[in-house]
């Protein structure tokens, strides 16, 4: 027997271990005689722990034999995830106009450059997304689909998210299909109008701050308008109305001494119970446009560690922080086979930046066909993206966090041998910290008057 390499560790508050397994998702608790008896199995010695002990150890992936090799079982893991086909994603840009300016936006000089694909998504290609999706949803006899509405600024185009759906809705109910939507939008735009038009959909709204009001409005420019005082007034309308929505914090170095005073704000002008999420601006990984200069206030790998405090701070005050799956075999959407990211001009990508790099056809995989299927148009860059493999690069194939967030994010995995080697894990400094968070909320009474 040996112990799992997907085990992680944690103290109670009463001394006792918390184990838990990413491969398989499971937690157990352990006195000091259970963890004496995992230390000598480290250790290669003989031990007898008693069998009930050791079946429930077995059973829930702490303990394993000699010969399993737990690489391979996350590889089978990771590809009937990859390739399950009973939830189908897209992500929908109906344009890329957006009424606001953003200090880090990578989409800037794609809206300035007079591009075709600044105009909204016409008739024609709005027809052959419904029947993108439809054949899609027949192909793969999917059980529920996603939709991610993109921009620019999807609600500039309210009118052709309602097409779309109206013109799916009805037959995605006789096929017993689910439909589920996300939003993402900056939030200036939402009315009760729009909003009472968009609730008879499955919708969840995310809205995006950069800080209290004055770190934010210099960040998100709408002439002399305030865009935080907007998006608070879009929060009201979203809690009144029962609709859900998601608040997600842009974090850098010059706005992360200033979350607090966030925290506080929303609370007295919104309420607590808010769902929440932190997220650190990241760095370009392609030359985007050039509008783009936001790397140098990125938070290094080491300044991402500090994240979890945010985390506790924003719980303590009454927020409900929200994380992706504990266990994830794809770390992903856009590295699922069936998930497409479809622009304005009906043009198939696999990720929803790849769309605003400088070169973006280049990444193209494909367009609608005008029978409405997938007409591929460069199987290298498809087949490079599908063959991506966590297992196959260094910062992951050894890493016991590699079943939780489910590999690097898969453009570094695709480009990885053009990437410097000193590459280091962006997310390796608070997997650990965001596992131990999660536990502590599900089992409160295993970290009572800790912190955990």
Same mark, same amino acid.
Request: charged share 25%; glycine share 6%.
């Given at each position: ?159 052709? !998210? ?40 499955? !919708? ?10 004055? !770190? ?59 769902? !929440? ?176």
């Amino acid at each position: 027997m040996k112990l799992s390499r997907y085990n992680l560790f944690f103290s109670d508050h009463e001394g006792d271990c918390l184990i838990y397994n990413g491969l398989h998702n499971t937690l157990v608790r352990v006195d000091e005689e259970v963890k004496n008896f995992l230390k000598e199995i480290k250790l290669g010695k003989e031990c007898s722990p008693p069998k009930k002990v050791l079946k429930t150890l077995e059973k829930k992936g702490i303990i394993v034999p000699g010969k399993i090799n737990e690489k391979k079982i996350f590889k089978v893991f990771h590809a009937q995830e990859k390739y399950n086909p009973s939830k189908i994603f897209f992500s929908i840009i109906p344009s890329f106009k957006c009424n606001v300016d953003c200090e880090y936006c990578y989409q800037k000089s794609l809206r300035e450059s007079k591009n075709e694909s600044i105009t909204p998504m016409n008739g024609g290609t709005i027809n052959k997304t419904m029947d993108f999706i439809k054949n899609m949803a027949i192909d793969t006899d999917c059980d529920e689909i996603i939709i991610l509405w993109y921009g620019g600024e999807p609600l500039l185009n309210t009118k052709i !998210i309602i097409k779309i759906l109206d013109g799916l809705s009805l037959w995605l109910e006789e096929s017993g299909i689910k439909l589920k939507n996300h939003i993402w939008t900056n939030g200036t735009l939402l009315t009760e109008k729009i909003l009472n038009k968009l609730l008879k959909y499955d !919708i969840v709204f995310q809205l995006t701050l950069s800080g209290p009001q004055e !770190i934010h409005d210099s960040k998100m420019h709408w002439g002399e308008k305030s865009t935080f005082q907007r998006i608070i007034k879009a929060l009201k309308l979203l809690q009144s109305k029962g609709a859900k929505f998601l608040i997600r914090v842009n974090v850098d170095k010059d706005n992360f001494c200033y979350m607090e005073k966030l925290l506080e704000d929303l609370k007295e002008r919104v309420g607590i119970g808010l769902n !929440i999420s932190f997220y650190s601006i990241l760095p370009c990984v392609e030359p985007f446009f050039e509008s783009c200069t936001y790397d140098q206030s990125c938070l290094s790998v080491e300044e991402k560690g500090k994240i979890p405090k945010l985390w506790k701070l924003a719980s303590k005050k009454g927020f409900s922080v929200v994380f992706p799956p504990l266990s994830r075999r794809v770390g992903c959407i856009h590295g699922r086979a069936y998930s497409f990211v479809i622009d304005p001009l009906g043009d198939l990508y696999k990720c929803i930046t790849e769309v605003s790099y400088e070169k973006r056809k280049s990444y193209k995989i494909g367009t609608i066909g005008n029978n409405g299927r997938l007409k591929v148009t460069d199987n290298e860059n498809f087949y490079d993206w599908m063959n991506s493999d966590p297992l196959q690069i260094s910062p992951c194939k050894d890493c016991p966090f590699l079943p939780v967030c489910g590999g690097l994010c898969f453009v570094v995995q695709r480009d990885y041998s053009k990437i410097s080697p000193g590459y280091s894990c962006p997310n390796k400094t608070i997997v650990y910290s965001q596992v131990k968070f999660q536990i502590s909320q599900r089992f409160p009474q295993y970290f009572q008057g800790s912190t955990p």
